[in-house]
C-alpha cells in the first residue's frame, strides 16, 4: 500500500462509508473530506466529519500505519494539534493527544476495493510509452476531451509564469516583454536563448526609432548578435557594419557573443541568419505588434501579420558573404502556427487575466481551435492509440498529458487513469 493511492481513497470517497465507526467504535460521518495538501503540513485541510455526536471542523491526516504518527513526529508539530481523524490502512498503534484525548481513526483495510489498488499498482509497473497505452481506447470520448480541456488550462497556466516573470522584470511593459518572447521562439528551441540574449540588448524602443529604415534595423540586429565583427567582401555587409558602428556608439550598446549561435545540423533555411532577417522584417512592418495582435480578432489577419520575409540580400545567401541560388524565404506555415502557439496565445490568455477580461482568454482558446497541431513523436503517438490530436487545442494539452502525467506515472491525477483504475 501507499500513502498516494490512500491519499487518492480518502479524497474521492472510493471506500466503504456504510457503518463507518473509529478504532473506538464511534459512528463516523463524513460530511466534507477537505481539500488536498501537497505541501508541508496535515494531508487535508478544512474537513468536516462528525464522531459519535460531535461535529468536528478540521485537519485530516493520512498514513499507511497508525505508528507512521511517531516515525514522522506529528506528536511534537504544532501544525497536528487541530487534526480531527486519523485515515490508516492498518491501526497497528493507539495514538493520544498531548491532552491524554485519543485520536480518532478510522481503518480503511477492510473498506477498499482491492482490484483497484491492482490496477494501480499494474499501472505504476508497467513499462509501456504510457501506462495505459493497452486500455485507453476504452476510455470514453467525454472523459478524453475534459482531459483534454482541463491540461491545456494547465499548460497555458504553467507558460504563463515566464511571461509574469518577465513582465515584472520589465515593470510591466507588454510590448517590450512580448518582443522579447517573440525573438525567443524565432530562435525556435536551438537558437531560442541566444535570440532572447539578443532581444535584451537592444530594446524594442531603440529598434523603433529605426522602423523607416530595414538596413538600420538589421545593422542593428546582426551587429548585436555579433555577426558584424569580421570583414566582409560584400557591399550590402559594409553598409551593415558602417550602420551598426555608428549606431552602437550612439545607444551605448553591447553586442552578445557569435559563438552562441547554433548552425550545425540545422537546414539552411533554419539558420539564425535568415531567422534574424525574417525577425527584423516582422519589426519592419508591424510596430507596436502587441498592441496590433491584442486588437486583431480575425485569425487570418493575425497568420498575415507573422507572414514575413527576407531582405533582398538573403534571398541570395543563407550566410554571410556566400552566395546562393536566389530563393524566397518567407517564415514557414509551421514557424507560424510555433508562435502563434507558443507566442500570440499564452501573451492573449495572461493579458486578458491580468486585465480581467474574458474576451481574450477566448480568443486565445479559439486560436488554438483554429491552429494545426504540431507535429512530433509525442502527436505521433497519441495518434497510434486513435487519440484525434487535429489542433494545437489537442496537441498542447495533449503534450501536457504525456509529460507531465503519463511519464510520472500521475495516474490517480488524471481523470484517464482514474476512469481505468475504477473500471478495469
Given at each position: 500500500?501507499?500513502?498516494?493511492?490512500?491519499?487518492?481513497?480518502?479524497?474521492?470517497?472510493?471506500?466503504?462509508?456504510?457503518?463507518?465507526?473509529?478504532?473506538?467504535?464511534?459512528?463516523?460521518?463524513?460530511?466534507?473530506?477537505?481539500?488536498?495538501?501537497?505541501?508541508?503540513?496535515?494531508?487535508?485541510?478544512?474537513?468536516?466529519?462528525?464522531?459519535?455526536?460531535?461535529?468536528?471542523?478540521?485537519n485530516v491526516e493520512v498514513h499507511i500505519n497508525a505508528s507512521d504518527w511517531e516515525k514522522h513526529?506529528?506528536?511534537?508539530?504544532?501544525?497536528?494539534?487541530?487534526?480531527?481523524?486519523?485515515?490508516?490502512?492498518?491501526?497497528?498503534?493507539?495514538?493520544?493527544?498531548?491532552?491524554?484525548?485519543?485520536?480518532?481513526?478510522?481503518?480503511?483495510?477492510?473498506?477498499?476495493?482491492?482490484?483497484?489498488?491492482?490496477?494501480?499498482?499494474?499501472?505504476?509497473?508497467?513499462?509501456?510509452?504510457?501506462?495505459?497505452?493497452?486500455?485507453?481506447?476504452?476510455?470514453?470520448?467525454?472523459?478524453?476531451?475534459?482531459?483534454?480541456?482541463?491540461?491545456?488550462?494547465?499548460?497555458?497556466?504553467?507558460?504563463?509564469?515566464?511571461?509574469?516573470?518577465?513582465?515584472?522584470?520589465?515593470?510591466?511593459?507588454?510590448?517590450?516583454?512580448?518582443?522579447?518572447?517573440?525573438?525567443?521562439?524565432?530562435?525556435?528551441?536551438?537558437?531560442?536563448?541566444?535570440?532572447?540574449?539578443?532581444?535584451?540588448?537592444?530594446?524594442?524602443?531603440?529598434?523603433?526609432?529605426?522602423?523607416?529604415?530595414?538596413?538600420?534595423?538589421?545593422?542593428?540586429?546582426?551587429?548585436?548578435?555579433?555577426?558584424?565583427?569580421?570583414?566582409?567582401?560584400?557591399?550590402?555587409?559594409?553598409?551593415?557594419?558602417?550602420?551598426?558602428?555608428?549606431?552602437?556608439?550612439?545607444?551605448?550598446?553591447?553586442?552578445?557573443?557569435?559563438?552562441?549561435?547554433?548552425?550545425?545540423?540545422?537546414?539552411?533555411?533554419?539558420?539564425?541568419?535568415?531567422?534574424?532577417?525574417?525577425?527584423?522584417?516582422?519589426?519592419?512592418?508591424?510596430?507596436?505588434?502587441?498592441?496590433?495582435?491584442?486588437?486583431?480578432?480575425?485569425?487570418?489577419?493575425?497568420?498575415?501579420?507573422?507572414?514575413?520575409?527576407?531582405?533582398?540580400?538573403?534571398?541570395?545567401?543563407?550566410?554571410?558573404?556566400?552566395?546562393?541560388?536566389?530563393?524566397?524565404?518567407?517564415?514557414?506555415?509551421?514557424?507560424?502556427?510555433?508562435?502563434?502557439?507558443?507566442?500570440?496565445v499564452p501573451f492573449l490568455f495572461v493579458y486578458g487575466k491580468h486585465k480581467?477580461?474574458?474576451?481574450?482568454?477566448?480568443?486565445?482558446?479559439?486560436?488554438?481551435?483554429?491552429?494545426?497541431?504540431?507535429?512530433?513523436?509525442?502527436?505521433?503517438?497519441?495518434?497510434?492509440?486513435?487519440?484525434?490530436?487535429?489542433?494545437?487545442?489537442?496537441?498542447?494539452?495533449?503534450?501536457?498529458?504525456?509529460?507531465?502525467?503519463?511519464?510520472?506515472?500521475?495516474?490517480?491525477?488524471?481523470?484517464?487513469?482514474?476512469?481505468?483504475?475504477?473500471?478495469?
Open positions: 500500500m501507499t500513502e498516494e493511492f490512500l491519499h487518492h481513497i480518502w479524497k474521492f470517497r472510493l471506500f466503504n462509508q456504510l457503518d463507518l465507526k473509529t478504532t473506538a467504535n464511534e459512528v463516523v460521518e463524513i460530511i466534507k473530506v477537505g481539500e488536498h495538501n501537497f505541501d508541508a503540513g496535515p494531508d487535508f485541510f478544512n474537513a468536516k466529519v462528525k464522531v459519535g455526536n460531535t461535529l468536528w471542523a478540521g513526529n506529528h506528536q511534537t508539530d504544532k501544525a497536528y494539534n487541530n487534526i480531527i481523524l486519523h485515515v490508516v490502512f492498518n491501526s497497528d498503534k493507539q495514538l493520544f493527544r498531548t491532552s491524554g484525548e485519543e485520536i480518532p481513526t478510522i481503518e480503511i483495510k477492510e473498506l477498499i476495493d482491492k482490484k483497484q489498488y491492482q490496477n494501480y499498482i499494474n499501472f505504476k509497473s508497467n513499462t509501456d510509452w504510457i501506462p495505459c497505452e493497452k486500455q485507453i481506447a476504452a476510455v470514453p470520448s467525454l472523459i478524453i476531451n475534459s482531459t483534454i480541456d482541463k491540461l491545456l488550462l494547465e499548460r497555458l497556466e504553467s507558460k504563463s509564469k515566464l511571461i509574469t516573470d518577465s513582465l515584472a522584470l520589465n515593470k510591466n511593459n507588454w510590448e517590450e516583454t512580448f518582443y522579447q518572447l517573440l525573438a525567443r521562439n524565432f530562435g525556435f528551441k536551438t537558437n531560442a536563448e541566444p535570440f532572447e540574449l539578443l532581444a535584451k540588448s537592444i530594446p524594442s524602443t531603440v529598434l523603433g526609432k529605426h522602423k523607416s529604415s530595414l538596413l538600420q534595423i538589421e545593422a542593428l540586429l546582426y551587429g548585436q548578435a555579433g555577426f558584424l565583427n569580421e570583414h566582409y567582401e560584400d557591399e550590402y555587409l559594409q553598409r551593415l557594419q558602417n550602420e551598426y558602428i555608428f549606431l552602437k556608439h550612439k545607444y551605448k550598446l553591447v553586442s552578445i557573443e557569435k559563438h552562441l549561435w547554433k548552425f550545425l545540423r540545422l537546414r539552411p533555411v533554419n539558420f539564425p541568419t535568415i531567422r534574424i532577417s525574417q525577425f527584423a522584417n516582422l519589426i519592419y512592418t508591424s510596430s507596436h505588434l502587441f498592441s496590433k495582435i491584442i486588437s486583431t480578432e480575425n485569425y487570418s489577419d493575425l497568420k498575415q501579420y507573422m507572414n514575413t520575409d527576407v531582405s533582398e540580400y538573403w534571398q541570395t545567401h543563407y550566410i554571410f558573404d556566400k552566395s546562393s541560388k536566389q530563393k524566397t524565404k518567407q517564415l514557414g506555415s509551421d514557424a507560424i502556427n510555433n508562435i502563434i502557439i507558443n507566442t500570440v480581467g477580461e474574458e474576451k481574450y482568454i477566448e480568443r486565445a482558446l479559439t486560436y488554438l481551435e483554429q491552429t494545426i497541431g504540431e507535429k512530433n513523436a509525442i502527436i505521433t503517438k497519441w495518434k497510434q492509440l486513435t487519440i484525434k490530436a487535429d489542433t494545437a487545442y489537442a496537441t498542447q494539452a495533449l503534450l501536457q498529458l504525456k509529460n507531465e502525467y503519463c511519464t510520472n506515472k500521475k495516474c490517480l491525477n488524471c481523470s484517464i487513469g482514474n476512469y481505468l483504475i475504477k473500471n478495469m
